[in-house]
């Protein structure tokens, strides 16, 4: 504790030096950039004298913003680190080496200290899902790849971890996709939320708790998402029958899985309407038929039938009592009709 | 709604429809048609076996007789009583609108026919309305009284005609219209044998005898009569059979008499007396012999018959000697003798038939054991068994040839033109009879009754003798009729005796005697005694 402390006062000077540092360099116009990055510079001092670390975050990003400095870029990690967020810490060290030249051998060395302290603390989450190519978010952040695919060579896992920046709620246009199905990604330790998503099947959310160093392993099986479709029909309530199954009347709404669907809709005195919907999973089709009225055939008419059988029918009696021969004279016993 | 559907919901009401249709009566017919059912209560086949139907339509138009065309005829043979109700239909003209008709039925025995020769109507007549000579046996041809049957303009009519006095001859009007169709009973009852309908005067017999009444015509209902209940349950009502009453009331023969008075009982009935038509049997030998030629139906209620001939003990015990008698008996009768009368004294002959017996005597005989001479009917009757279903030729059956051992005939000084049978001569009684022939064999000459000796031994007299014309049985009431002595003037005797020949014997073999000849009193000649049963 006491150490901490006294390394955190440490710190707190070394922002404070680098601020004044920072002030003397700076020139011109650039001076009223410059006159705000030193004021957040000099926000994020304050905070970070506090430990009020989140806040002091984010004053130095806007005077990195303002101006950027491998010094305050330093600050950054440092308070990054300071909150646990070690990934990005690890982020903003590289950047502050990258212009190691200006900052002070003190930090530069404390930069790389830093950085060969990070990657023992990160933890590790071994993800394999199936279907491959699903993206995976870490609480809300896109992962990205640490390693080009030369590097980590085709068939092997992907190397990633979360991106700076949180994700909305749709998937980022960069997020990354697993391919293969099986990443290795680094994690900030403690609790993490994991999403995996793949357009088409239910996202997967993992709840992990990790700690420091450690290495997690999660096979995620996405569930395919049903397709919605909705169906209307004119007129309305048209029998609908998916595949042969009757499923209502129109207008409704009903999942079904993706696939190639064969939907038809009928109604009386109605051309049935049909038609054959390729759905697609977690999408929503909406399908509106418009039924052509039947032109009814006679033939089709019971009653038709039964005139014309009454037609033929009495036409039969009429030909039969107009033809037919006589009745048969009656000779009784004696089998015999005088005058026949 | 579906194709099929719509054709399973039309073929259902069409198939109600046609069961609709099939239980609607159909149309009338197209014809007028009357059924006509023919009842009666004669016997069948015994006295109506043959109905005989004549159709003629009522019309003035030119060839009708007497405003009738004859328009149709048919005889059918009925062959017992279930066949009646006899039933047949006439049918108007498929042209006319109405039509009168007048139709003739003529039932009666079968074979019993004359030549057709038109319409010969004789009016019945009673004993007691006139004279036998006016009795009009046979009225002549009229060329007049012609109606003939045209078919197709060719002569179509029947050759023969029922004999009128063996039928019931009986006329109906009808009127049929177009379109309907009626049914009438048509009653003929035994009643009206022989009584012929008049078919000019519209008239006939509906149920008594000799009474003509006008036609009965269509609608009127009378009720049907049951074939086979004449003359017993219907008509006479006459007793026939010989039950135990009349068992107990038959003479059982008397011990003394050898049992030669025992009686026979006779059941009554019904049947044909006289020739039956032209193809009937008979063996004339001289004129005087023959069926009548006007044969009728008879009926005898029934009466006890002698079994045998009236013996010569009955005769002396009836103590009605003869002087005349005796007088004429006085020769003896022995081998050597011409004369066989078996009542002298000079050998007893008690169980020999008595012969040489006048005709008023015998009859005397009779009615002391209170009986009568037989009728001709009756000796007819007995003799050709028609008390049963089925008469016959002679006592024995059909069959006429007789062999001397079966009856006692051609003995004596027969004519050489006969066979004969040896002596002895003269008649026989039952203990002689096989006489000299050595073998011993019974008399066939018995009738089914076993009554004995109506063909052979001798003549019997009988108390009728009908004129050959047959008027005077023509004239009387069927019913046991008689035509004695004051009616034709001469008695007759039946049967053959022991001195005719075999070659005689028939069963309608007749011998008349004037009653003025000397023939009157002969030794081939005797009797039996009938007796009526109460």
Same mark, same amino acid.
């Given at each position: 504790?006491?150490?901490?402390?006294?390394?955190?006062?440490?710190?707190?000077?070394?922002?404070?030096?680098?601020?004044?540092?920072?002030?003397?360099?700076?020139?011109?116009?650039?001076?009223?950039?410059?006159?705000?990055?030193?004021?957040?510079?000099?926000?994020?001092?304050?905070?970070?004298?506090?430990?009020?670390?989140?806040?002091?975050?984010?004053?130095?990003?806007?005077?990195?913003?303002?101006?950027?400095?491998?010094?305050?870029?330093?600050?950054?990690?440092?308070?990054?680190?300071?909150?646990?967020?070690?990934?990005?810490?690890?982020?903003?060290?590289?950047?502050?080496?990258?212009?190691?030249?200006?900052?002070?051998?003190?930090?530069?060395?404390?930069?790389?200290?830093?950085?060969?302290?990070?990657?023992?603390?990160?933890?590790?989450?071994?993800?394999?899902?199936?279907?491959?190519?699903?993206?995976?978010?870490?609480?809300?952040?896109?992962?990205?790849?640490?390693?080009?695919?030369?590097?980590?060579?085709?068939?092997?896992?992907?190397?990633?971890?979360?991106?700076?920046?949180?994700?909305?709620?749709?998937?980022?246009?960069?997020?990354?996709?697993?391919?293969?199905?099986?990443?290795?990604?680094?994690?900030?330790?403690?609790?993490?939320?994991?999403?995996?998503?793949?357009?088409?099947?239910?996202?997967?959310?993992?709840?992990?708790?990790?700690?420091?160093?450690?290495?997690?392993?999660?096979?995620?099986?996405?569930?395919?998402?049903?397709?919605?479709?909705?169906?209307?029909?004119?007129?309305?309530?048209?029998?609908?029958?998916?595949?042969?199954?009757?499923?209502?009347?129109?207008?409704?709404?009903?999942?079904?899985?993706?696939?190639?669907?064969?939907?038809?809709?009928?109604?009386?005195?109605?051309?049935?309407?049909?038609?054959?919907?390729?759905?697609?999973?977690?999408?929503?089709?909406?399908?509106?038929?418009?039924?052509?009225?039947?032109?009814?055939?006679?033939?089709?008419?019971?009653?038709?039938?039964?005139?014309?059988?009454?037609?033929?029918?009495?036409?039969?009696?009429?030909?039969?009592?107009?033809?037919?021969?006589?009745?048969?004279?009656?000779?009784?016993?004696?089998?015999?009709?005088?005058?026949? | 709604?579906?194709?099929?559907?719509?054709?399973?919901?039309?073929?259902?009401?069409?198939?109600?429809?046609?069961?609709?249709?099939?239980?609607?009566?159909?149309?009338?017919?197209?014809?007028?048609?009357?059924?006509?059912?023919?009842?009666?209560?004669?016997?069948?086949?015994?006295?109506?076996?043959?109905?005989?139907?004549?159709?003629?339509?009522?019309?003035?138009?030119?060839?009708?007789?007497?405003?009738?065309?004859?328009?149709?005829?048919?005889?059918?043979?009925?062959?017992?009583?279930?066949?009646?109700?006899?039933?047949?239909?006439?049918?108007?003209?498929?042209?006319?609108?109405?039509?009168?008709?007048?139709?003739?039925?003529?039932?009666?025995?079968?074979?019993?026919?004359?030549?057709?020769?038109?319409?010969?109507?004789?009016?019945?007549?009673?004993?007691?309305?006139?004279?036998?000579?006016?009795?009009?046996?046979?009225?002549?041809?009229?060329?007049?009284?012609?109606?003939?049957?045209?078919?197709?303009?060719?002569?179509?009519?029947?050759?023969?005609?029922?004999?009128?006095?063996?039928?019931?001859?009986?006329?109906?009007?009808?009127?049929?219209?177009?379109?309907?169709?009626?049914?009438?009973?048509?009653?003929?009852?035994?009643?009206?044998?022989?009584?012929?309908?008049?078919?000019?005067?519209?008239?006939?017999?509906?149920?008594?005898?000799?009474?003509?009444?006008?036609?009965?015509?269509?609608?009127?209902?009378?009720?049907?009569?049951?074939?086979?209940?004449?003359?017993?349950?219907?008509?006479?009502?006459?007793?026939?059979?010989?039950?135990?009453?009349?068992?107990?009331?038959?003479?059982?023969?008397?011990?003394?008499?050898?049992?030669? *008075?025992? #009686?026979?009982?006779?059941?009554? &009935?019904?049947? $044909?007396?006289?020739? =039956?038509? /032209?193809?009937?049997? +008979?063996?004339?030998?001289?004129?005087?012999?023959?069926?009548?030629?006007?044969?009728?139906?008879?009926?005898?209620?029934?009466?006890?018959?002698?079994?045998?001939?009236?013996?010569?003990?009955?005769?002396?015990?009836?103590?009605?000697?003869?002087?005349?008698?005796?007088?004429?008996?006085?020769?003896?009768?022995?081998? *050597?003798? #011409?004369?066989?009368?078996?009542? &002298?004294?000079? $050998?007893?002959?008690? =169980?020999? /038939?008595?012969?040489? +017996?006048?005709?008023?005597?015998?009859?005397?005989?009779?009615?002391?054991?209170?009986?009568?001479?037989?009728?001709?009917?009756?000796?007819?009757?007995?003799?050709?068994?028609?008390?049963?279903?089925?008469?016959?030729?002679?006592?024995?059956?059909?069959?006429?040839?007789?062999?001397?051992?079966?009856?006692?005939?051609?003995?004596?000084?027969?004519?050489?033109?006969?066979?004969?049978?040896?002596?002895?001569?003269?008649?026989?009684?039952?203990? +002689?009879?096989?006489?000299?022939?050595?073998?011993?064999?019974?008399?066939?000459?018995?009738?089914?009754?076993?009554?004995?000796?109506?063909?052979?031994?001798?003549?019997?007299?009988?108390?009728?003798?009908?004129?050959?014309?047959?008027?005077?049985?023509?004239?009387?009431?069927?019913?046991?009729?008689?035509?004695?002595?004051?009616?034709?003037?001469?008695?007759?005797?039946?049967?053959?005796?022991?001195?005719?020949?075999?070659?005689?014997?028939?069963?309608?073999?007749?011998?008349?005697?004037?009653?003025?000849?000397?023939?009157?009193?002969?030794?081939?000649?005797?009797?039996?005694?009938?007796?009526?049963?109460?």
């Amino acid at each position: 504790m006491k150490r901490r402390a006294r390394r955190g006062h440490a710190y707190g000077w070394a922002c404070l030096v680098g601020a004044a540092v920072v002030a003397i360099a700076v020139p011109g116009r650039a001076e009223d950039a410059l006159a705000v990055a030193r004021h957040d510079f000099d926000v994020g001092t304050a905070a970070s004298r506090e430990e009020r670390w989140s806040d002091a975050v984010v004053a130095f990003e806007h005077a990195y913003a303002a101006k950027p400095h491998p010094l305050t870029a330093f600050n950054i990690g440092v308070c990054l680190r300071a909150t646990g967020n070690l990934l990005e810490a690890e982020q903003r060290f590289h950047v502050a080496l990258q212009s190691e030249s200006q900052l002070p051998t003190n930090l530069v060395q404390d930069a790389r200290d830093y950085l060969r302290e990070i990657p023992v603390r990160l933890a590790t989450l071994d993800l394999e899902v199936t279907p491959a190519d699903a993206v995976v978010s870490i609480d809300g952040r896109s992962l990205g790849s640490r390693a080009t695919d030369a590097e980590r060579g085709a068939g092997s896992r992907a190397l990633l971890e979360p991106k700076a920046a949180p994700t909305s709620a749709g998937l980022a246009a960069d997020a990354t996709a697993i391919p293969y199905g099986k990443a290795d990604i680094r994690l900030n330790p403690g609790v993490r939320l994991v999403l995996v998503r793949k357009p088409g099947f239910e996202p997967t959310v993992l709840s992990l708790s990790i700690g420091p160093g450690a290495t997690v392993e999660r096979h995620v099986n996405l569930t395919q998402q049903n397709a919605r479709l909705h169906l209307t029909s004119f007129p309305e309530r048209a029998v609908v029958r998916i595949d042969g199954v009757d499923v209502g009347a129109a207008p409704l709404d009903i999942e079904r899985p993706s696939g190639a669907h064969k939907v038809v809709l009928q109604q009386d005195d109605f051309e049935p309407y049909e038609t054959t919907l390729v759905l697609s999973p977690g999408t929503r089709s909406d399908l509106h038929a418009k039924l052509t009225r039947r032109r009814v055939s006679l033939a089709s008419r019971w009653w038709f039938w039964t005139a014309i059988g009454v037609v033929v029918a009495t036409a039969t009696v009429t030909t039969y009592v107009l033809t037919r021969p006589p009745t048969p004279l009656d000779g009784g016993g004696l089998n015999w009709v005088a005058g026949r | 709604m579906t194709l099929v559907c719509a054709a399973r919901r039309s073929l259902s009401l069409l198939l109600a429809s046609a069961a609709v249709l099939g239980g609607v009566p159909s149309c009338a017919p197209s014809r007028g048609e009357l059924l006509i059912a023919v009842y009666t209560d004669l016997p069948s086949p015994q006295l109506a076996s043959s109905l005989r139907i004549d159709v003629y339509r009522v019309s003035g138009d030119i060839g009708s007789w007497n405003g009738l065309i004859w328009t149709d005829s048919q005889s059918f043979f009925i062959d017992s009583n279930a066949r009646f109700p006899a039933t047949f239909g006439l049918a108007i003209s498929p042209d006319a609108s109405e039509e009168d008709y007048l139709i003739r039925a003529r039932l009666g025995p079968d074979g019993a026919n004359r030549d057709y020769q038109g319409e010969r109507f004789s009016p019945p007549m009673r004993r007691d309305e006139g004279s036998l000579d006016d009795v009009l046996m046979s009225p002549p041809v009229d060329a007049e009284n012609y109606p003939r049957l045209l078919r197709n303009g060719v002569d179509g009519s029947p050759l023969h005609e029922p004999i009128p006095s063996l039928v019931v001859d009986s006329l109906r009007f009808v009127r049929i219209r177009q379109g309907e169709r009626t049914q009438v009973t048509w009653p003929l009852a035994g009643e009206c044998i022989g009584t012929q309908a008049d078919l000019v005067g519209r008239r006939s017999c509906v149920n008594t005898e000799h009474e003509l009444t006008t036609l009965v015509s269509v609608g009127e209902d009378t009720p049907p009569l049951k074939a086979g209940t004449w003359p017993q349950a219907a008509g006479p009502h006459i007793k026939t059979e010989c039950d135990a009453a009349a068992e107990a009331l038959r003479r059982k023969g008397t011990p003394a008499l050898d049992g030669l *008075d025992e #009686e026979v009982c006779v059941p009554g &009935g019904a049947f $044909i007396y006289g020739r =039956r038509g /032209p193809d009937d049997q +008979v063996i004339p030998l001289d004129a005087l012999k023959g069926e009548p030629e006007f044969p009728q139906i008879v009926i005898l209620p029934r009466f006890y018959v002698d079994k045998f001939e009236y013996s010569v003990g009955r005769w002396r015990a009836s103590n009605l000697r003869s002087s005349t008698m005796e007088l004429n008996n006085a020769k003896t009768l022995s081998p *050597d003798t #011409e004369s066989a009368c078996t009542a &002298g004294n000079v $050998i007893q002959r008690d =169980r020999y /038939p008595l012969t040489c +017996v006048p005709r008023d005597f015998a009859q005397q005989l009779c009615h002391a054991s209170g009986g009568a001479l037989l009728t001709d009917a009756q000796w007819t009757y007995v003799a050709t068994n028609a008390f049963a279903p089925d008469a016959t030729l002679t006592p024995w059956g059909n069959r006429l040839e007789i062999s001397c051992e079966g009856a006692w005939l051609s003995h004596g000084s027969a004519p050489d033109t006969f066979a004969q049978c040896g002596r002895p001569f003269g008649p026989t009684d039952e203990t +002689v009879f096989n006489g000299l022939i050595s073998t011993p064999l019974r008399s066939v000459d018995r009738n089914g009754l076993g009554v004995l000796h109506l063909e052979g031994n001798v003549r019997e007299i009988v108390d009728a003798m009908e004129r050959t014309d047959g008027r005077c049985f023509l004239a009387s009431t069927r019913l046991d009729p008689t035509c004695g002595r004051q009616e034709t003037g001469r008695f007759g005797t039946r049967g053959s005796s022991w001195a005719a020949g075999l070659v005689s014997l028939n069963r309608r073999d007749r011998h008349a005697v004037d009653l003025d000849t000397d023939d009157e009193v002969v030794d081939t000649t005797g009797f039996r005694c009938a007796r009526k049963s109460e």
